[in-house]
């Protein structure tokens, strides 16, 4: 089988490799029929973390089963599925809790060593570990690229906004509008917020924002903070997110929560970051953080999909093939691109 490998920092390859076969009976193997560059990718791509040359890249995928091992019970050979990112043995003491994203032996596909040696799904065949647990069948009707965004990107923009705990009609400021935040746009108005204030820079992203039913706002040419008092009676949103990762975003989801609101700090944070503690103490904020339990909402997130209330699908922006994965990257890290599904 071909699959795109990791060689040195900005490069990657299309290598053929021997085809996966189910080992221990929770296995399955699934034919990869539409596969994402992730942002996550490039920090892989450009060696900020670590990967051993060869290794098979993506954790975004959708394609059918062409195997099972006996004790997969919950998809069969011929089912066309969607995983999520990584896996979980739902047994350990976090798995029990629910907190799959923090399971003990969690492993993340194409990540190399350090999470887990679980090889890529950029590939024509992946094996896939506790089969019952990462994989859900793709409800009739939904396309393989929307169906995609439910491992990984839709169930993060679900996490991030069901950490603010908002109550119809509420409202929000996403910071950052990225594959992610986008997203986060669509979940906070499906889930009933009255006002959705989307910032960012780009003029593209923010016109996506609008169309999705947000508030655009420009994060230099537009009051950001008058026009989150404005549109909250002065108070400040329910929640905010930070979609980017970054100190000033996240200082700025602090400055825009009102008293009592929630912070959801969603983006991955790669270096040290200084918080204004008294702004965070003084307004008695909740602040919430970290990776997405994706696991654990990939069926309402299908659901919502299924259902056209939330859809992703203008988020793709370029289509390609599995063999062109190193223009794919390039063009990605050269930010043209807002996603990129390859098709094997
Ligand atoms: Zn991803
Ligand atoms: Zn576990």
Redesign the pocket.
């Known amino acids: 089988m071909r699959a795109v490998t990791y060689q040195s920092p900005g490069e990657v390859r299309v290598e053929e490799k021997p085809d996966p076969e189910v080992g221990t009976p929770d296995e399955a193997v699934v034919r990869v029929e539409a596969t994402?560059v992730?942002?996550?990718?490039l920090h892989l791509y450009h060696g900020r973390i670590q990967i051993e040359p060869g290794f098979t890249l993506g954790?975004?995928y959708v394609g059918t089963v062409v195997a099972a091992g006996d004790d997969v019970t919950s998809v069969s050979e011929g089912d066309r599925v969607l995983g999520a990112?990584l896996t979980a043995c739902g047994e350990c003491f976090f798995c029990r809790r629910g907190d799959f994203h923090k399971c003990d032996r969690g492993r993340v596909f194409g990540h190399g060593s350090t999470l887990g040696s679980l090889q890529g799904a950029q590939a024509d065949l992946l094996l896939v570990p506790r089969a019952d647990m990462t994989l859900r069948r793709v409800p009739d009707g939904l396309s393989d690229e929307v169906a995609l965004f439910a491992g990984?990107?839709m169930g993060t923009g679900y996490h991030a906004v069901e950490a603010l705990d908002l109550e119809p009609g509420g409202s929000v400021a996403v910071l950052g509008l990225g594959p992610v935040g986008l997203c986060a746009v669509q979940v906070a108005l499906a889930a009933g917020a009255e006002t959705v204030l989307a910032v960012d820079s780009v003029e593209e992203r923010l016109a996506m924002a609008g169309s999705f039913g947000g508030t655009p706002l420009h994060l230099t040419e537009d009051d950001v903070r008058g026009a989150v008092k404005q549109a909250t009676e002065g108070r400040g949103v329910d929640g905010a997110i930070d979609a980017v990762g970054h100190p000033q975003a996240l200082d700025m989801a602090c400055r825009l929560a009102r008293k009592a609101g929630t912070v959801s700090a969603t983006g991955v944070y790669s270096t040290p970051v200084e918080l204004h503690m008294g702004i965070v103490w003084i307004k008695s904020l909740t602040l919430r953080s970290g990776q997405a339990n994706v696991i654990a909402h990939l069926d309402p997130v299908l659901e919502r999909l299924a259902s056209g209330q939330l859809d992703p699908a203008p988020l793709v922006t370029h289509h390609m093939k599995l063999d062109d994965a190193a223009e794919a990257y390039a063009i990605y890290d050269r930010r043209e691109a807002l996603k990129i599904v390859l098709n094997p």
């Not at 992730?38 to 990718?41: I, L, P, Q």
């Open positions: 994402g992730c942002g996550s990718d954790h975004e990112f990984d990107v």
